[in-house]
């Protein structure tokens, strides 16, 4: 049966035979191999869909829209192709080579879920919105604290020196705000606000005392250059690849640090279909694949296993990995792989407009926004008796055209060299908590195009999440009131869970076996020898983007990984 290590071939094993096998190239995947392949271990990291060269395969980016087929603009036969990937803010014309085509790549929506992903080298690292901001205690005690999901096996002081070993290579430019529930990094300069977003900050400064602030989003766009990468050019196309590097990617950074070794064989069209395990051994020994080039399978070993396929990627082989040691998925004796699913919730806020600063105009296209951290439930003077944890904005100012409507021909034209009004918006970032009952499973009866098995997704937001989408939308509009904005309006689109593209938790961190998935070092409680850094290893949320706290668990993981291995205790 699948993960029988009595079908192992001898001579395979030689000939395929690792130090360590990463699944998965996207954010954290790229950092394990960096890791590893810098710690001296032959590493073979496994990407499921094609190879992304940098600079080489960014094609068209250089191009204006009038120079593209269909000036950037979505088809209707895209739309039949992708209808929730052509949904994504980052999805255009260039840059839908970057995502799946949601026809050949099918889940089951038990629920309305938004599975936005890509299949290549790099993965969402190509597309992602770039935001890094640190966890705080507030946010790794919070479980213990209110009794949702379990308690964190790690503190902030567990994982700030990991913060700080990752953020220089990563590059981000950010301000120091000496604010407890947002820790400060290791930054490149900051991006400057414009106008109306430093008088909006300041109004704000003014008007509300419980310590609320605008700052400058801390962004993995490069201010100044990062080795060879940057700095960035302030385009604000990073989501088609950057040519001149100005944004950290596994495609721009990681990844060419690990083939730099020597150490690293790279092989894209690698489905990985189980890990195999051998139970006398009682550790996992290698994985196998199946090559979606020459649809034949293939077995590779080695003595440490990381997986960081994306959150419902690693649980699909999780879950597929069936032996008789774990006939409910490898290391899933606690039955928590696939649950406690979450993602945050946004799409809610508002916008107003300013007549001031009629005589200043923006500069560029900054790749980046302004943020306001969490002030909601961080001590007993911010305790909210509606709901538990709290949410953050993301936002900022501009000016557009004046474009009179139904305009044609030099009338219309004329109207767009005018500069209209400044206008300042905020749209809301929350938490989800975890629960249980927020699950992925593994359907058998409906099989993908490699006849494996499809993903069932239930999952929802509930109570807690709306009582705090009231606060979110009317929090916002007060803010705006007290900055001096005329003619707000709120909103509240209220997509489905996965639309924020930060879905995690479905292979948890606890302390108690019987209850989570993974140790504090990542590793799997019942296989010492395989981690797990991306996102389904998170116990909560938060409502931070969280990429940057993947890539440290990465690196504090591999690191623990590494002194075990030389230890010979993996």
Same mark, same amino acid.
């Given at each position: ?105 099918? &889940?089951?929506? %038990?629920? @309305? +879920?938004?599975?936005?992903? *890509? ?6 690292? =190509?597309?992602? #919105? ?32 990991? &913060?700080?070993? %990752?953020? @220089? +290579?990563?590059?981000?430019? *950010? ?6 529930? =947002?820790?400060? #990094? ?43 990468? *940057? ?9 088609? #690849? ?43 020994? *290698? ?284």
């Amino acid at each position: 049966m699948p993960g029988d290590s009595t079908q192992i071939n001898n001579k395979a094993v030689k000939q395929n035979t690792y130090d360590a096998i990463v699944v998965g190239s996207g954010i954290s995947g790229g950092w394990a191999a960096k890791e590893l392949c810098e710690k001296g271990l032959k590493t073979l990291v496994l990407e499921r869909g094609r190879n992304v060269e940098h600079i080489k395969d960014y094609t068209d980016t250089t191009k204006d829209p009038w120079e593209l087929t269909h000036h950037g603009e979505h088809t209707q036969q895209d739309r039949v192709n992708s209808p929730t990937q052509s949904k994504c803010y980052a999805w255009n014309e260039v840059s839908k080579k970057y995502f799946v085509n949601d026809l050949e790549n099918p &889940y089951n929506q %038990v629920k @309305p +879920f938004d599975w936005v992903r *890509g299949n290549h080298v790099g993965g969402r690292s =190509l597309t992602w #919105g770039r935001q890094c901001y640190r966890w705080s205690d507030v946010d790794f005690g919070a479980n213990a604290k209110d009794g949702h999901g379990v308690d964190w096996p790690i503190r902030y002081k567990d994982i700030a020196p990991w &913060y700080d070993y %990752v953020e @220089p +290579f990563v590059g981000i430019s *950010g301000s120091i705000e000496n604010l407890p529930q =947002l820790p400060d #990094g290791k930054f490149l300069p900051p991006m400057e606000m414009n106008c109306i977003e430093k008088q909006v900050a300041e109004r704000i400064k003014k008007n509300f005392a419980d310590g609320r602030r605008i700052i400058i989003g801390r962004s993995a766009n490069h201010t100044a250059k990062v080795g060879d990468r *940057g700095p960035c050019q302030y385009r604000n196309k990073c989501h088609e #690849g950057c040519p001149f590097g100005g944004y950290f990617s596994s495609n721009s950074a990681t990844l060419p640090a690990a083939a730099r070794t020597g150490n690293m064989t790279l092989r894209p069209f690698s489905v990985v279909e189980e890990v195999l395990y051998d139970k006398d051994k009682k550790r996992a020994i *290698g994985v196998r694949i199946l090559d979606t080039e020459t649809m034949k399978t293939q077995e590779y070993y080695a003595r440490i296993i990381f997986l960081n396929a994306s959150t419902l990627g690693t649980t699909h082989i999780l879950l597929n990995s069936v032996s008789d040691a774990f006939p409910h998925g490898l290391g899933n004796s606690s039955e928590q792989v696939g649950h406690n699913l979450m993602d945050h919730h946004y799409g809610v806020g508002a916008s107003g407009e300013s007549d001031d600063f009629s005589d200043q105009y923006v500069f560029g296209r900054r790749a980046n926004g302004i943020y306001v951290p969490r002030f909601r439930n961080i001590n007993e003077t911010t305790k909210q008796k509606e709901y538990v944890r709290g949410f953050g904005y993301q936002g900022g100012g501009g000016r557009g055209r004046i474009s009179i409507e139904d305009g044609l021909g030099g009338e219309y034209k004329d109207s767009l060299t005018e500069p209209g009004k400044w206008t300042f918006g905020i749209g809301s970032w929350g938490e989800h908590l975890p629960y249980y009952e927020n699950k992925v499973t593994l359907n058998k009866d409906k099989k993908d195009k490699w006849g494996l098995p499809t993903l069932d997704i239930d999952c929802e937001f509930k109570d807690n999440e709306k009582a705090m989408r009231n606060d979110m939308k009317n929090s916002a509009v007060e803010m705006l009131e007290k900055a001096g904005l005329k003619n707000i309006t709120s909103y509240d689109s209220a997509p489905a869970p996965g639309f924020c593209i930060h879905e995690m938790g479905t292979a948890r961190m606890g302390r108690n076996p019987k209850t989570s998935v993974l140790n504090g070092n990542n590793q799997l409680h019942e296989v010492k020898n395989v981690f797990i850094t991306d996102g389904s290893c998170m116990a909560s949320s938060a409502c931070q983007n969280p990429s940057i706290t993947y890539m440290a668990l990465t690196a504090r993981a591999c690191d623990y990984a590494v002194t075990e291995l030389k230890k010979r205790n993996l």
